[in-house]
């Protein structure tokens, strides 16, 4: 049997950004040790540190990774704010919101341990990926309230409690997923979005 082909550098580094987003999300930053980071990823505790320096650093190293992908996902979003198509807007960004919290739930569970922890990197989290998300929406619905077409109310306002109210039920469905059945996504943002343009619409219009 041929031996298992060696990694390089690259390599070996992000197969362990990719361990340790697991182990962090199990045990959180302050409950994780180098030694156990070590241990799931297969090298010494000296490999470790060849990598990272630290562990903040390899945590930083799991944010930079998976940020690579918000550009793509901030240009869906901004490709709406030229237009007036509010459902297809608020419907594309329910989908994305359940999309990650469908699709990456380790990754969710680590950004909660470092918010619960007030690890210094949640806060880079917040700079890198949600700023620029939430920044997008508020652009757009700014736009439509000067055109008024929504409510005057504070963009920010509005835009968070859309967010928050397709995140929470993305959040439930992944800490509970047994409580209640699951619903087609489709049929759940559709739903969603339905309730909350009611509310926003201006309809003095």
């Known amino acids: 049997m041929s031996a298992a082909p060696k990694l390089t550098a690259l390599e070996r580094r992000a197969a362990i950004v990719e361990t340790a987003l697991k182990v962090f999300s199990e045990k959180g930053f302050r409950g994780t040790t180098t030694r156990e980071l070590a241990a799931a990823a297969g090298v010494s505790e000296p490999v470790l540190y060849q990598h990272f320096a630290t562990k903040s650093d390899l945590y930083a190293a799991i944010i930079d990774r998976k940020s690579n992908g918000v550009a793509k996902v901030l240009a869906e979003v901004e490709s709406f704010l030229e237009t007036r198509d509010d459902y297809g807007f608020f419907t594309h960004l329910g989908h994305l919101i359940l999309r990650f919290h469908e699709e990456d739930p380790a990754y969710l569970r680590l950004l909660l341990f470092s918010g619960l922890e007030r690890h210094e990197l949640s806060d880079l ?29 504070n963009p920010a306002f509005i835009a968070n409690s859309f967010m928050g109210m397709v995140a929470h039920y993305g959040m439930e469905r992944m800490l509970h997923p047994c409580h209640e059945p699951a619903l087609d996504r489709n049929a759940v943002v559709e739903g969603m979005v339905s309730i909350f343009l009611r509310g926003i619409h201006n309809d003095t219009q």
Not at 141 to 152: C, L, T, V
């Open 125 to 153: 989290f917040h700079e890198r990926q949600a700023c620029g998300f939430e920044q997008a929406v508020v652009r757009y619905i700014e736009r439509r309230i000067e055109q008024n077409a929504f409510r005057s109310m």
